[in-house]
């Protein structure tokens, strides 16, 4: 994660009982300060139109210009002249896939590491992490690789939910997916709850909401993070070289 990157990893965009990123607000805006213009990732879902209507009727409440990316004559152009990026929810294998066919990987990562602000929420912030194999998504379609923005050092898993033991049940828990991906890989992984998010910036990792997370780093038990920890040294933060 490059020093100056400013990353907000949203868990859902949608809280029970509250509206389209109500729950977030706050942060959002305070995240964009001044920016002006917002470019918009549909490609999470199918139908992109109805998804970047709602969007844009969401950040005009909030005060903000947004673009739909699969609306603009130029993705690459779009990305270049963009003051913060949005990234919403949906699949995330149709989202990687979609993001690898534009060729749209490696302009969002230049303009994130340059200090552009970069909002994902639930399939767009699995994208940030390395790879997107902690996603709870059914592989729908099938990306090139697995790997993807790689803005953060760590893997997300948004919408994290403990195990319940009054559950019949008897399918792996998200806890038992997640350890059985630290067999296989050495990066950490932060299970983030619905109505939780990280706050990525200025070399801190700040974990924020109401919910709390589950953080789970390779040969060790899983630590329980509750919202105003900075959790940087157990996942690991921005490269300051």
Excluded at 80 to 103: H, P, S
Excluded at 202 to 228: C, D, M, N, Q, S
Aim: one cysteine or more; hydrophobic letters at 35%.
């Amino acid at each position: 994660m490059a020093s100056n990157a400013r990353v907000l990893l949203i868990s859902n965009s949608t809280v029970y009982g509250r509206g389209y990123l109500d729950h977030v607000e706050s942060e959002i805006r305070n995240l964009l300060g001044k920016t002006q213009r917002v470019l918009f990732f549909p490609f999470a879902l199918y139908d992109r139109g109805a998804y970047a209507a709602t969007a844009k009727m969401r950040f005009r409440g909030m005060g903000y210009s947004l673009e739909s990316a699969h609306e603009a004559k130029n993705p690459h152009i779009a990305a270049e002249e963009a003051e913060a990026i949005f990234v919403g929810g949906g699949n995330t294998f149709r989202l990687l896939k979609a993001l690898e066919d534009l060729d749209l990987i490696e302009p969002i990562r230049r303009k994130v590491s340059s200090g552009m602000p970069y909002i994902g929420s639930s399939a767009g912030s699995n994208v940030a992490g390395p790879t997107i194999k902690t996603t709870k998504d059914m592989p729908i379609v099938q990306p090139r690789s697995f790997d993807s923005l790689g803005l953060v050092p760590f893997q997300i898993s948004p919408h994290y939910q403990d195990p319940d033991p009054k559950s019949r049940h008897m399918g792996e828990t998200q806890e038992e997916r997640i350890l059985q991906f630290l067999e296989e890989n050495e990066t950490p992984v932060v299970g983030i709850r619905e109505g939780a998010w990280l706050l990525c910036e200025k070399g801190a990792v700040t974990l924020k909401g109401e919910t709390g997370a589950r953080i789970f780093i390779p040969g060790k038990a899983p630590v329980e993070a509750t919202p105003g920890d900075d959790i940087v040294d157990l996942v690991g933060g921005p490269d300051v070289k």
